[in-house]
Structure formats: structure tokens, C-alpha cells
């Protein structure tokens, strides 16, 4: 199939399952910045109870979770399959956490969860987000503009997070010459700060692939690839970075 003919065939495939209202496509394709190799993401969105056997038993190859099986919050599980040789992606997403979602965020409040290969974790909007960069491949969902409350709430409350990490760096990594530790700290304050960056601006945003590129803190590279050993040069890095965060806008 080409492309065109593999997307129609996946968003009807998944427009069939039980419970699902909508199908869209979400990362890099549908905001036209993929390359060849690129995933193939897609979300479903149900409404009331969504089973995944059902997802399973379309026949694709690849893993399939539970409901909840990806922490329990916004971002609530999923599958990776591979089909027609593409690797694809689907994520779930319920229609009542999604409105309420954003009417949270059209009132500028949010909360914060783990997720795994996500420094920063993430922030509730983000399905949001999804809303607003993603393309509707079947059912009706809105197109969300940035709310102008979430642009004045979220960036303190980001910068917090980070000034707390690298606060935490420098009494509890720092004295011990823990340089593992520290770069760890470096990296989940640069999104942290990112996720800031974009929040002022009103930028949506969806996972970190390219957060610190496009909050222009790509310079915390070069601290981080000249850690080293030593109190001091780690203390340096903190402070070097603490100047740049700061920065940041």
C-alpha cells in the first residue's frame, strides 16, 4: 500500500472497533515533519468502556495493553504494532477525561504526571495538545487554540520544577561528586524549562523529541557533554545551567 491507501485502511480499521467515536492522526505526519522512517501515531477516542481485545483481534502484530496498563492517568495505554511493515502506534484516549481535560485547560489548570521516556514528565494538556496538532481521520473532535490562562499558569509552575531540580542537584549530588546524578538533574531541568518556554509563548507541544530544540535550549549539550569529576566543575555545570534556564524565553 502507499501511504495514502495505509492510512485510510489503519483509520477505518480502528474507526470499526467497539466504544471508538474518533480517529486521528497525531506526531510528525500529521504535522508534516516526518521523515520516511518515521512512526505512523494514532489515537482512538472512545466514549464509556473500550476493550483492547478488540484491538487484538484485528490481527496486527505487536503489543496491545490494558486500559490503565501506562499508568492510569491521561495517557492511559495503547499499542505498538507493526502493519503492512510500518510501525504504528495507537493510543488511547477517552472522551471524558480529554473534554474535561480542557476545560482544565481552558481555566489555566493542569497537574503533573510520570511517564516513562519522558524526562519531564507530562503535563495533563497534553491531550489536549493532541487535539489541537493532531488530523482527524474519522468521527468529529474541536481544534483547541492555546487558552490564554494556561499561558500565564503553566510557565511558573514549570520554572518551579526546575529550579527545585537543580536546587536538589546541588545539595544532594553535587557534594557527593556524583556526575551520573547530576547530568540527570541537567537534563530533566532543561525540559522542565522547555515546557515553560513553549507554555509562555502558547506553543502546543506533544512529547521531548523536539522540546529543547524548539525552546532554543539546545546549548545544555555542551554542559552536559563536559561533566566531569570534581565538586567544583560539577557545581559550575548547575550554576551554568541555572543562568541559562533563567535565559530562556
Not at 39 to 61: K, N
Not at 70 to 93: C, E, I, M, P, Q
Request: contains cysteine.
Amino acid at each position: 500500500m502507499d501511504d495514502a491507501a495505509f492510512l485510510g485502511h489503519v483509520a477505518d480499521r480502528l474507526a470499526a472497533l467497539p466504544a471508538v467515536q474518533a480517529v486521528t492522526l497525531g506526531g510528525s505526519r500529521a504535522q508534516d515533519a516526518h521523515h520516511p522512517d518515521s512512526d505512523w501515531d494514532f489515537a482512538v477516542y472512545y466514549r464509556g468502556a473500550f476493550d483492547p481485545a478488540a484491538l487484538r483481534a484485528v490481527g496486527w502484530e505487536g503489543q496491545v495493553s490494558e486500559v490503565g496498563e501506562w499508568g492510569g492517568g491521561v495517557f492511559n495505554g495503547g499499542a505498538w504494532l507493526t502493519v503492512d511493515g510500518r510501525h504504528v502506534d495507537v493510543h488511547y484516549r477517552d472522551l471524558d477525561v480529554v473534554e474535561h481535560q480542557t476545560a482544565e485547560a481552558r481555566a489555566g489548570r493542569f497537574h503533573w504526571e510520570p511517564l516513562m521516556f519522558h524526562l519531564a514528565g507530562i503535563p495533563s494538556y497534553l491531550v489536549v495538545a493532541e487535539l489541537a496538532t493532531g488530523q482527524v481521520l474519522s468521527g468529529d473532535l474541536p481544534c483547541p487554540a492555546y487558552p490564554e490562562a494556561l499561558r500565564a499558569s503553566a510557565p511558573p509552575v514549570w520554572r518551579d520544577k526546575a529550579a527545585l531540580t537543580l536546587q536538589y542537584a546541588l545539595g544532594a549530588h553535587v557534594p557527593r561528586g556524583q556526575v551520573t546524578e547530576v547530568a540527570g538533574a541537567l537534563a530533566t531541568a532543561a525540559a522542565q524549562t522547555a515546557h515553560a518556554v513553549l507554555a509562555a509563548r502558547g506553543e502546543w507541544i506533544t512529547n521531548e523529541k523536539r522540546l529543547l530544540a524548539r525552546a532554543g535550549l539546545r546549548e545544555v549539550d555542551t554542559l552536559l557533554a563536559a561533566l566531569g569529576p570534581g565538586h567544583e566543575a560539577l557545581r559550575h555545570a548547575v550554576t551554568e545551567a541555572a543562568a541559562l534556564f533563567r535565559s530562556a524565553a
